[in-house]
């Protein structure tokens, strides 16, 4: 580990290099007041910025846990965790709440959760749940600051800035933090593997590139391991190796770490499934969302009603707990009829499919954001809506290449915004197998459209700033 710790703190160091230009001008060239004094403090000031970033994430997300009864924050699927992490502390086996070996979870959230419980003697019923969920707010409030560190090496100081406290102050981020579920932690992972593939990137040392394509890998696995989304795995080898440039001296080495080590701990979590349950796969959960939850859509698309779509669902779990079956005889059972109703309603299904991505993009859901800290209120649901909507309509403008894009002060790396981009889109685009869990599915857009939306609000600025004033006429 010390050599590892070592070789990272070289490859930081080996990659660290003057951020952009911090001098803003107008169109005609003249410096802005204000402006580069901002930019130059920045600059300047990592550990004084990075500062303010996390105090902008940490205060909101403690706030939203301490303010909600611990019971509230704890949904259906929370349990779910509990009982492996539990059954982790006081048997040393991963079980589930039957004491049998856990198969649909993966082990990286509840593992997270024991290491908490271990560190702080708590345990995770009534009063030391909060203490838990606090210990959990304060480590996944720095992923907005990882997101800091990335924005700073591929937008203007004053960008990066905007788009790491937007997503700061997101209430969407500030809640998941705290929730008994996997979304906060699974962010914390992207935002940190995605700030590690631009220090390989940027890095002149093979040697530096290994080792940051090892560490890349350890989180792609970390993160697959929390939310069993193993095509993660090769859609990070393809970012690695095109940001890091196919024609560069070690790509092959680079790219090589970074699958085994980016593999290895799924295999092996593959192989604890093969032994202990005889289900050789990473989880059976892609089964259960595409039976209980695309086909019972499609069948309800199919009757004319998408509302019946949880009566179907629920017929479903009822006929389930009677089947007599092995995991894996229960998988391919219930992969085998929602084929067989992918079939029947092709078109219905890739439409089911791509309703339940959209819903997920643009729900406000205050029953996640508000309810667990009681704070709803009449026209919340309009109030967070025209919210997200604001941060989208920022964001498109932050995408869209500016007018003066050319000048120093306006010049960011859209390549890599759109690697960000691309990356989140994918990952989001896979909750259309499942439906119901409102904004929790899009928790990878956290970390772009705040991002884009800096963008977009520092360029509104400036265009407002430099539109004319519409001298009076004189009268006649």
Not at 391 to 414: E, I, N
Request: aromatic letters at 10%; a positive charge; hydrophobic letters at 50%.
């Amino acid at each position: 580990m010390t050599s590892v710790r070592k070789g990272l703190n070289e490859l930081y160091k080996a990659t660290e290099k003057a951020p952009l230009s911090e001098i803003a001008s107008d169109r005609n060239g003249n410096q802005q007041a204000g402006i580069p004094s901002i930019s130059t403090w920045l600059r300047d000031h990592f550990y004084w910025a990075s500062l303010i970033v996390l105090i902008a994430s940490l205060v909101p997300r403690l706030f939203m846990t301490l303010a909600a009864v611990p019971h509230d924050l704890v949904f259906p699927d929370s349990g779910t965790y509990f009982s492996p992490a539990m059954n982790l502390l006081e048997h040393g086996a991963f079980l589930n709440g039957k004491q049998m070996p856990e198969v649909s979870r993966t082990p990286g959230y509840p593992v997270f959760l024991l290491a908490i419980m271990v560190v702080t003697g708590n345990s995770l019923e009534d009063e030391d749940l909060r203490t838990v969920l606090v210990v959990q707010t304060v480590i996944l409030s720095l992923s907005v600051v990882f997101l800091y560190w990335l924005a700073r090496r591929i937008l203007p100081p004053a960008m990066a800035l905007t788009g790491a406290l937007l997503a700061g102050l997101s209430p969407w981020g500030a809640v998941e933090a705290g929730l008994p579920l996997t979304e906060g932690l699974f962010v914390f992972l992207l935002a940190l593997l995605l700030l590690m593939i631009k220090l390989v990137e940027d890095t002149t040392s093979v040697k530096h590139a290994v080792w940051g394509s090892i560490a890349v890998g350890l989180l792609t696995g970390a993160a697959i391991l929390v939310r069993p989304v193993w095509p993660l795995l090769l859609f990070t080898a393809g970012t690695l190796f095109y940001r890091y440039g196919p024609r560069r001296k070690g790509v092959g080495l680079v790219l090589a770490f970074m699958i085994v080590s980016a593999a290895s701990p799924v295999m092996l979590w593959s192989a604890r499934n093969g032994q202990e349950a005889h289900f050789y796969g990473l989880s059976d959960i892609s089964g259960k969302a595409a039976w209980w939850c695309l086909a019972s859509r499609v069948m309800a698309q199919a009757k004319g009603s998408d509302a019946d779509r949880w009566e179907i669902r629920q017929s479903i779990l009822n006929d389930e707990a009677t089947w007599h079956l092995s995991v894996k005889q229960a998988n391919d059972e219930r992969w085998r009829r929602a084929k067989a109703v992918f079939r029947e309603h092709p078109v219905l299904t890739v439409h089911s499919f791509f309703r339940s991505v959209a819903e997920h993009m643009v729900h406000p859901d205050p029953s996640i954001v508000l309810t667990p800290a009681r704070l709803n209120f009449p026209g919340d649901y309009l109030v967070l809506a025209g919210l997200w909507g604001g941060m989208v309509v920022l964001a498109y403008l932050g995408w869209r290449k500016a007018p003066d894009c050319t000048l120093s002060a306006d010049k960011v790396d859209r390549s890599w915004l759109l690697t960000i981009l691309a990356m989140c889109l994918f990952l989001t685009l896979l909750s259309g197998m499942s439906y119901g869990g409102g904004a929790r599915f899009r928790s990878p857009l956290e970390l772009i459209v705040p991002l884009l939306a800096g963008v977009g609000l520092i360029r509104t600025f400036r265009y407002l700033k430099r539109a004319p004033i519409a001298q009076p006429q004189p009268s006649m």
